[in-house]
């Protein structure tokens, strides 16, 4: 079946600009994670829904970042007025949300500001 | 919070020789232990993961990893290095958190070069 996907791949913006990224998850799991991927910090955790209940946003770095799953299903990751310390890739993974369950991650998007 | 620990950034072995890829943990609790890898510009792909059970887990493309609770490792080997398992590979733990949310904790990965 279909895995997780993420829009763009390659994304290219300059300092101060806003970009959304987009997640869309395995069918039928209700748990969706954000992390992100850098030189510097490597694989941190960003965010985390289950289903539709309130996210945990614990792993953000900071208020330019949000993030939002409508409908249970796909997600947006938005960072405002963007720097180059954000330039990283970021990673989306599904799970069936089960304790000890397997998160699959998609192919991420690749962020870069200059 | 928990943290892993994995020994060395680069490891090189010859095709056919045995890999031996390290991850030491720490926990306060019994933790979930996964290790994934990651080929050049792809996602991260699942090799196998230990939650509870037999203490010697066995992965896809021939790989396995043992839990020892007592030396709180979870060592990843493959008696046989093929030139495709070329890859960085990293350590991962999971904890209870926000509603019971299981993130996962990564280790700062080892790049694996297979020699021929």
């Known amino acids: 079946g279909a895995g997780v996907s993420q829009s763009p791949s390659n994304k290219v913006t300059e300092k101060g600009k806003d970009v959304e990224l987009r997640c869309d998850p395995i069918?039928?799991?209700?748990?969706l994670y954000w992390y992100r991927q850098s030189l510097g910090q490597g694989l941190e955790f960003l965010i985390y829904?289950?289903?539709?209940?309130?996210?945990?946003k614990s792993g953000l770095p900071s208020d330019r970042f949000s993030a939002e799953r409508t409908g249970g299903s796909v997600s947006t990751l938005t960072i405002q007025r963007t720097q180059q310390e954000d330039s990283a890739v970021y990673l989306c993974?599904?799970?069936?949300?089960?304790?000890?369950?397997?998160?699959?991650f998609g192919p991420g998007t690749r962020l870069t500001v200059l | 919070a928990q943290s892993v620990t994995q020994l060395g950034s680069h490891v090189s072995v010859s095709e056919g020789a045995l890999v031996l890829l390290r991850c030491n943990y720490s926990?306060?609790?019994?933790?979930?232990l996964f290790w994934y890898v990651q080929y050049p510009n792809q996602g991260l792909q699942l090799l196998l993961k230990y939650t509870t059970g037999a203490t010697l887990v066995k992965g896809i493309n021939g790989f396995e990893a043992e839990f020892k609770k007592s030396e709180t490792s979870f060592h990843l080997t493959k008696p046989s290095a093929h030139m495709s398992d070329a890859a960085e590979y990293f350590c991962a733990v999971s904890e209870s958190g926000f509603r019971g949310a299981r993130q996962l904790t990564f280790g700062s990965g080892t790049q694996l070069t297979v020699l021929p």
């Open positions: 926990s306060s609790v019994p933790p979930y």
């Open positions: 993974a599904s799970s069936l949300g089960l304790t000890g369950d397997t998160q699959y």
């Open positions: 829904f289950q289903g539709n209940s309130a996210p945990d």
């Open positions: 069918s039928g799991h209700t748990a």
